[in-house]
């Protein structure tokens, strides 16, 4: 599995791409050329030049589009992205900035593109807050980043997002890595030593 | 950032080291391994997708290096130049630097929680995304860098020089912070408190 990060100026969130195969750099006939490779991209904030060349120049396509939850910040470069790639929609929400979704919910398992993804639902941050398991790599949206929770509204918000990353998250065996919504990327035994959140 | 295989140990969900089928716990030669992986990282201009853990590294030269995709967990630098080089998708988490020169070097989504560094020179670097989560820095300078959206939360920093340094959206909650310089730096745009970063 092959995973690319790309910075998103919309709301300075962090959109990944996700391809079972690596790029094919170098690569330079027409057939090469033509020989795209099937990914998904996680929270498009924004869907600029860069991105753009990023998927293109390795020669991905974009089949599928997983969003952790329904931000501006992480869904904004949906429209744009829409009209270049016949992508299918997965959230939490049914409809996201006016597309409809395939509704994901807690302990779905899913195979998108030969990238198996586990489902888990962190509500907290928002109610529609999911978190994706990708082999060793948890895309954690903003229930948990480097260091730190998800902003939430209230203290029973707060308490809820705590509860349910303890119960889901950090009960996970192993140091998987974290790569979240916004800010550096970071690993599950480094949230259990060092977030100021949680400690 | 490419995922490996993971060790052939049943049971064991750690990453296979490059060029084994063990991880580095269940690794028996591990002077061969680092012999190897020393190698590697000396004869190659540009380094992706390894799993180089636990790694040590004694007074070598590793400057104008272009690494991404690496796994250096539990590293140990000693005597190190980085001067020049650039990390992206790094993995330097539970590692030790001691006197090493990170100068002009440009990281970006680099990891680096619960390092430890010792008298080392990251001046005049882009170190962006930086994590610096509950690491032990001391004697050292950041001069002139700039740490976009780095986060130095539970970190303990002593005799640490963060002078003109752009300090936009960096995280320095919890941090214990012994004679740190921010002159010239716009710490106004960091984080100190966790009430204001939300």
């Given at each position: 599995m092959n995973v690319e990060v790309h910075f998103s100026v919309m709301g300075f969130s962090n959109c990944f791409l996700v391809a079972a195969e690596s790029p094919q750099r170098g690569k330079t006939t027409e057939s090469e050329k033509r020989d795209t490779k099937e990914a998904?991209?996680?929270?498009?904030?924004?869907?600029?030049?860069?991105?753009?060349?990023?998927?293109?120049?390795?020669?991905?396509?974009?089949?599928?589009?997983?969003?952790?939850?329904n931000h501006q910040s992480h869904v904004h470069g949906l429209k744009t992205l829409k009209k270049i790639y016949a992508a299918s929609v997965y959230a939490r929400s049914p409809v996201v900035e006016g597309f409809r979704t395939n509704v994901l919910k807690d302990g779905d398992t899913i195979n998108l593109s030969n990238v198996c993804i586990t489902v888990i639902e962190v509500p907290g941050h928002s109610e529609d807050s999911l978190v994706f398991k990708m082999e060793n790599i948890l895309f954690t949206g903003d229930a948990i980043?480097?260091?730190?929770?998800?902003?939430?509204?209230?203290?029973?918000?707060r308490s809820l997002l705590i509860d349910t990353l303890e119960e889901k998250i950090l009960s996970i065996p192993g140091n998987?890595?974290?790569?979240?919504?916004?800010?550096?990327?970071?690993?599950?035994?480094?949230?259990?030593?060092?977030?100021?959140?949680?400690? | 950032m490419i995922l490996f295989p993971y060790c052939e140990v049943k049971g064991c969900d750690a990453f296979a080291l490059y060029g084994h089928t063990l991880c580095l716990r269940h690794m028996k030669d591990r002077d061969s391994y680092n012999k190897e992986a020393n190698h590697i990282l000396a004869s190659h201009s540009i380094i992706e997708n390894l799993n180089l853990?636990?790694?040590?590294?004694?007074?070598?030269s590793l400057a104008s290096k272009d690494v991404s995709g690496i796994l250096f967990s539990g590293m140990g630098a000693h005597h190190v130049s980085f001067q020049g080089s650039k990390f992206r998708l790094c993995f330097f988490e539970?590692?030790?630097?001691?006197?090493?020169?990170f100068r002009n070097s440009n990281m970006q989504y680099c990891v680096f929680s619960g390092s430890s560094f010792r008298s080392c020179d990251f001046s005049s670097s882009d170190i962006l995304h930086g994590n610096f989560n509950g690491t032990h820095i001391v004697q050292c300078s950041f001069?002139?860098?700039?740490?976009?959206?780095?986060?130095?939360?539970?970190?303990?920093?002593?005799?640490?020089?963060?002078?003109?340094?752009?300090?936009?959206?960096?995280?320095?909650v919890n941090s214990q912070r012994t004679a740190v310089n921010f002159k010239y730096s716009n710490f106004q745009d960091a984080y100190f408190t966790?009430?204001?970063t939300s």
């Open positions: 998904l991209l996680i929270d498009p904030g924004i869907f600029d030049e860069s991105l753009l060349m990023l998927i293109e120049g390795n020669h991905y396509e974009i089949k599928h589009v997983l969003l952790t939850h980043g480097a260091g730190r929770i998800g902003n939430t509204h209230d203290s029973t918000m998987l890595f974290i790569f979240p919504g916004h800010g550096p990327l970071s690993t599950l035994d480094a949230e259990r030593n060092f977030n100021a959140d949680l400690l | 853990s636990g790694l040590k590294i004694d007074s070598a539970n590692s030790t630097f001691e006197v090493c020169d001069q002139n860098s700039d740490l976009y959206f780095s986060h130095f939360i539970n970190a303990i920093m002593e005799e640490v020089s963060f002078v003109d340094c752009n300090l936009r959206k960096v995280n320095f966790q009430e204001s």
